[in-house]
């Protein structure tokens, strides 16, 4: 009996087994990627939330690493498919990952430019860990370990949004501050508002734990879902919405971090990521069935 690849080949029944393992292979090779990603996905989480990049080389080398094997899984892959593996959505996604890894590589060797990293490093895990769903894996073990992780994941998301509100609530305030000091005007309401460096730091917390649980929560999310239906979820607009909102957020504290964002832009900045938490707070009402079922 012939077997046919995707790109119609035909093979052998004793060539079967072999094909199957090296279809598993660059599967591996990419999920022991997207975890030598996760190093540099530590790396911007500390750098946001200590506004130091102490964990910046380990991080490099990790990511070199798995950028690496990343290229690895692609060829393997291209080699079992017989063309560039772009067929899909996880295998774009994937392929656009590790281009933009390499990416990264290119111009952190010519330029050094390390703080592209507190964005461009938490871009590639999640998009390599998208990429790396494309095979399922075995259901939940329990019905309590599957209520349990979609309870911590809209723990998390919940937390998130509450940070995100009290960013966009410290960033009008630090408008109407700054407005009134430059106004040099008189009033009850102003005089009672914390000085700008008070808000500014406020925001400045607030904005990095509401990044770093949005970051853990689009993970778990991510997980919960693959584990829960398979790949049927990516195609489901609410994650759309979602995967943008997480992108806004990780927008915003790269522009506050690393290009100094301040005042009226950053404000602007914040009630735009807050407005999406919105949206995607009410696309997934749905989940409540999920979680008390």
Same mark, same amino acid.
């Given at each position: 009996?012939?077997?046919?690849?995707?790109?119609?080949?035909?093979?052998? %029944?004793?060539?079967?087994?072999?094909?199957?393992?090296?279809?598993?292979?660059?599967?591996?090779?990419?999920?022991?990627?997207?975890?030598?990603?996760?190093?540099?996905?530590?790396?911007?989480?500390?750098?946001?939330?200590?506004?130091?990049?102490?964990?910046?080389?380990?991080?490099?080398?990790?990511?070199?690493a798995g950028t690496l094997l990343h290229m690895?899984?692609?060829?393997?892959?291209?080699?079992?498919?017989?063309?560039?593996?772009? %067929?899909?959505?996880?295998?774009?996604?994937?392929?656009?990952?590790?281009?933009? *890894?390499?990416?990264?590589?290119?111009?952190?060797?010519?330029?050094?430019?390390?703080?592209?990293?507190?964005?461009?490093?938490?871009? !590639?895990?999640?998009?390599?860990?998208?990429?790396?769903?494309?095979?399922?894996?075995?259901?939940?073990?329990?019905?309590?370990?599957?209520?349990?992780?979609?309870?911590?994941?809209?723990?998390?998301?919940?937390?998130?949004?509450?940070?995100?509100?009290?960013?966009?609530?410290?960033?009008?305030?630090?408008?109407?501050?700054?407005?009134?000091?430059?106004?040099?005007?008189?009033?009850?309401?102003?005089?009672?508002?914390?000085?700008?460096?008070?808000? %500014? %730091?406020?925001?400045?917390?607030?904005? *990095?734990?509401?990044?770093?649980?949005?970051?853990?929560?689009?993970?778990?999310? $991510?997980?919960?879902?693959?584990?829960?239906?398979?790949?049927?979820?990516?195609?489901?607009?609410?994650?759309?919405?979602?995967?943008?909102?997480?992108?806004?957020?990780?927008?915003? !504290?790269?522009?506050?971090? $690393?290009?100094?964002?301040?005042?009226?832009?950053?404000?602007?900045?914040?009630?735009?990521?807050?407005?999406? $938490?919105?949206?995607?707070?009410?696309?997934?009402?749905?989940?409540? $069935?999920?979680?008390?079922?």
């Amino acid at each position: 009996m012939l077997w046919v690849n995707r790109a119609g080949v035909s093979y052998a %029944d004793a060539e079967v087994d072999k094909l199957g393992n090296m279809q598993s292979m660059w599967m591996f090779w990419l999920r022991v990627a997207v975890v030598l990603y996760s190093v540099g996905l530590l790396h911007a989480i500390l750098t946001v939330l200590r506004r130091e990049s102490t964990w910046f080389r380990p991080a490099l080398a990790a990511f070199m690493a798995g950028t690496l094997l990343h290229m690895v899984a692609i060829v393997e892959l291209w080699m079992f498919i017989g063309h560039l593996p772009a %067929d899909n959505f996880f295998e774009s996604v994937s392929l656009c990952a590790f281009l933009i *890894a390499l990416f990264y590589l290119v111009v952190y060797w010519r330029y050094q430019f390390a703080s592209l990293a507190v964005f461009l490093y938490p871009l !590639v895990f999640l998009m390599a860990l998208l990429g790396a769903t494309e095979i399922p894996v075995a259901r939940w073990t329990s019905e309590s370990v599957r209520d349990t992780w979609l309870l911590a994941h809209v723990a998390m998301v919940m937390l998130g949004y509450a940070a995100l509100l009290v960013t966009a609530l410290a960033s009008l305030f630090y408008l109407m501050q700054e407005r009134r000091l430059k106004s040099k005007a008189v009033s009850p309401l102003f005089d009672r508002l914390p000085p700008l460096g008070t808000l %500014d %730091d406020l925001i400045n917390q607030s904005m *990095a734990f509401g990044f770093v649980l949005l970051t853990l929560a689009t993970i778990a999310g $991510s997980t919960w879902a693959f584990v829960e239906s398979g790949t049927r979820w990516i195609g489901e607009p609410k994650i759309a919405i979602s995967l943008l909102t997480w992108v806004l957020c990780l927008v915003m !504290v790269f522009l506050r971090t $690393s290009a100094g964002w301040r005042g009226r832009k950053a404000a602007v900045m914040s009630l735009t990521v807050l407005g999406c $938490s919105a949206l995607t707070w009410v696309a997934h009402i749905g989940l409540r $069935s999920s979680l008390l079922r």
